[in-house]
């Protein structure tokens, strides 16, 4: 007489139909809840919690914060000077990403290191550092202090390596022998460029621009000691925000940090809806 066992099939048969129905195994579920909660914690409370505290004064109050002068007017400084930064640095950033990765030179070492510098120094040090720089003593007679100029200037410092490390990796490991098949049939470089290495690009260009882009708008430390803080002129949203805590008015620093997160979530959205875009193209 044949004795069968039908459980390990049973087991192997209850994994295929997990598989195959989508469902999560223990651990899996067990580590997706402690990500959610962490996550929760960590940044969906806080965030939540901004936004139900710049309804304090009433939803009067919120509009009457926003569509103040000042408030629109730091706004307005802050999300173009975002913009423009976040369009040099795609243009710029890139252009790094490709020296590094398709030519030697001597110092090539120290060029990556210097790049990774904004990442390591706090961003008041950065802002000590482009005073000392670009301040009322320039040693270089660059007066930029106080200026817009200054305020562009210094997005650029904190901003320059998010691009060049998105883009530099997928240059790396981009096959270049479909480049070298369209040269050999008479493609120049920019259209090899344009037509080969272009789309395989744009997911991570568009990645590292949201990254430019939500750093740019939520600066504080290099501009709170460079752009003087002064209303109409060079008053950036993240100093606002500090001016208003120091009035006495939580509810209205809310309101501004809740607009400059709506426009930072709808901006990620937005490349995130372009990088599958380029990727299907791709």
Known sequence: MVVVTPTAPAVGSRRRHDRESGGLRRGSAVGLGLSLIWLSLIVLIPLAAVAVKSSDNGWSGFWTTLSSPEVAAALRLTIGEALVVTVVNVVMGT??????????????????????????????VAGLVLLSMYGPQSPVGLHLANTRVGIFVA???????????????????????????????????????????????????????????????????????????????????????????ESDNPGGAAAVATVLLVVAIVTLIAIDLLQRWAARRA
């Open 95 to 124: 252009l790094i990403a490709w020296v590094l990765v398709r030519d030697d030179f001597p110092g090539k070492t120290i060029f990556e290191l210097v790049i990774d510098v904004p990442f390591a120094l706090p961003t008041i």
């Open 155 to 245: 997005l650029l410092f904190v901003t320059v390596p998010f691009v060049v490390r998105s883009v530099e990796p997928v240059l790396i490991e981009l096959d270049r022998d479909a480049e070298e098949a369209a040269a050999s049939l008479g493609a120049g470089r920019l259209t090899v460029f344009r037509r080969i290495v272009l789309p395989n690009l744009l997911p991570a260009i568009a990645a590292g621009a949201a990254l430019s882009f939500a750093r740019a708008v939520s600066e504080y430390g290099s501009l709170v000691l460079l752009s003087g803080n002064l209303p109409f002129k060079t008053q950036v949203a993240s100093v606002k925000i500090l001016s208003l805590i």
